[in-house]
């Protein structure tokens, strides 16, 4: 008995030694480094995320209704009303100008979208051409 669980032993670290020496030729690892999971060690304090209400006036001017937005870090989700006939939706970006989300482009109707964002000041707007310029422009501050 003492024998055979000594000799399992001794094949339970013999694996292992593989397996660590294995683990050392960094290339067969690559594939597998596809779980390229962020490192989001918040995700438990997180907690449903939060909601942030964007719409445009009724009418055709070219603006949203609310300027500046806040919302608390972790998953965002854009709640964007378009009370107008013409098309707009809402596209977040960061400082660096990086296309984080964007709602679908929606005249006359509601649609939402969900952003997952950290601490930080991200712009929103509308990318049909011409309205970012024409005013369709904010800032989200997320905290
Ligand atoms: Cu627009």
């Given at each position: 008995m003492?024998?055979?669980?000594?000799?399992?032993?001794?094949?339970?670290v013999?694996?292992?030694?593989?397996?660590?020496c294995?683990?050392g030729d960094?290339?067969?690892?690559q594939?597998n480094?596809?779980?390229?999971t962020p490192?989001?060690?918040?995700a438990g304090?997180?907690g449903g995320?939060?909601t942030?209400d964007?719409?445009?006036?009724?009418?055709s001017?070219?603006?949203?209704?609310q300027k500046?937005?806040?919302a608390?870090?972790?998953?965002?989700?854009?709640?964007f009303d378009?009370?107008q006939?013409?098309?707009h939706d809402?596209?977040?970006?960061?400082s660096?100008?990086q296309?984080?989300?964007?709602?679908d482009?929606?005249?006359?109707?509601t649609?939402s979208?969900?952003?997952d964002?950290?601490?930080?000041?991200?712009?929103?707007?509308?990318?049909?051409p011409?309205?970012?310029e024409g005013?369709?422009?904010g800032?989200?501050?997320?905290?």
């Open positions: 003492r024998r055979a669980s000594t000799v399992l032993a001794v094949a339970v013999a694996a292992l030694g593989l397996a660590a294995g683990g960094d290339d067969d690892n594939g480094a596809a779980t390229s490192a989001q060690t918040t304090g997180g995320g939060s942030v964007i719409s445009t006036p009724s009418g001017d070219l603006a949203y209704e500046d937005v806040s608390k870090a972790g998953s965002v989700t854009i709640d378009n009370k006939a013409t098309p809402v596209v977040v970006e960061d660096s100008g296309e984080l989300g964007k709602t482009l929606i005249s006359s109707q649609t979208a969900t952003v964002l950290t601490p930080g000041t991200y712009t929103f707007f509308c990318d049909v011409g309205h970012r005013g369709m422009e800032t989200l501050t997320v905290k």
